[in-house]
């Protein structure tokens, strides 16, 4: 079972910056959370990753709170392209396999 | 750098038929998995592969389900004899032990979907 929490939908404004949450209450020590998304018809993306420190690339950023019990993808201009199913998981970084839970369906309006 | 290639991208068949999906995976890649995806849910890893080597199979429905990686790069997942409930998008992804950001990323390929009837 995945070891992740996402409420199943969210809308966001063309523009704005998009927030999704995740709770991972039972994180362990040595897991990283990942965060992949899937658009229509497509394979998973990834597109971050982290372990307890804030995260940011060209894509998007991760806030991990200071217990890691739950953590934040902010896609900062959220665009009608971004419109996906976005999956938080958490993970060790060796060896273990990732599990996809329902993931949050973000729709983009403009 | 080519993505993670799979055939077909469709695929249409009658219950108790057999199937074969074909994955090609990042030059490179050693690591290669093969997931499930059913309508609505997340996809649900299958196999996976180090290598020739199977990893993790634990999830495999081997009475009907089947994998192999010959050659540690290309790989076919087989299905013998389908039933209604394997109709899902078959996807293939690969992961690098040797990229220094991206290790154990996983890249997907577009998947195979499967319907059958």
């Known amino acids: 079972d995945a070891k992740t929490t996402q409420p199943p939908s969210m809308d966001c404004a063309e523009g704005r910056a998009a927030n999704l949450p995740c709770n991972h209450s039972?994180?362990?020590?040595?897991?990283?959370v990942y965060w992949y998304r899937q658009i229509h018809s497509q394979g998973p993306q990834y597109i971050i990753h982290g372990l307890k420190n804030n995260e940011t690339n060209e894509m998007a950023s991760l806030i991990i709170t200071e217990d890691r019990k739950s953590s934040t993808l902010i896609l900062p201009h959220a665009t009608l392209r971004d419109t996906a199913v976005y999956y938080c998981i958490v993970r060790r970084l060796y060896g273990q396999n990732f599990v996809f839970g329902p993931g949050t369906r973000l729709s983009v309006l403009p | 750098e080519a993505g993670v290639a799979q055939s077909p991208r469709y695929k249409i068949i009658e219950k108790r038929q057999s199937v074969a999906f074909w994955c090609n995976p990042i030059?490179?890649?050693?690591?290669l998995y093969w997931y499930q995806q059913i309508l609505g849910q997340g996809p649900k890893l299958l196999i996976q592969f180090q290598n020739n080597g199977v990893v993790d199979d634990s999830q495999l429905p081997k009475d009907r389900f089947s994998a192999e990686r010959l050659k540690g790069v290309d790989s076919t997942l087989k299905i013998q004899p389908a039933k209604l409930e394997d109709s899902a998008v078959y996807l293939c992804?690969?992961?690098?032990?040797?990229?220094?950001?991206?290790?154990?990323?996983?890249?997907f390929g577009p998947g195979t979907r499967l319907t059958v009837t």
């Open positions: 992804a690969s992961s690098s032990l040797r990229v220094a950001r991206s290790l154990y990323e996983q890249y």
């Open positions: 039972t994180i362990s020590g040595n897991e990283y």
């Open positions: 030059s490179g890649h050693a690591t």
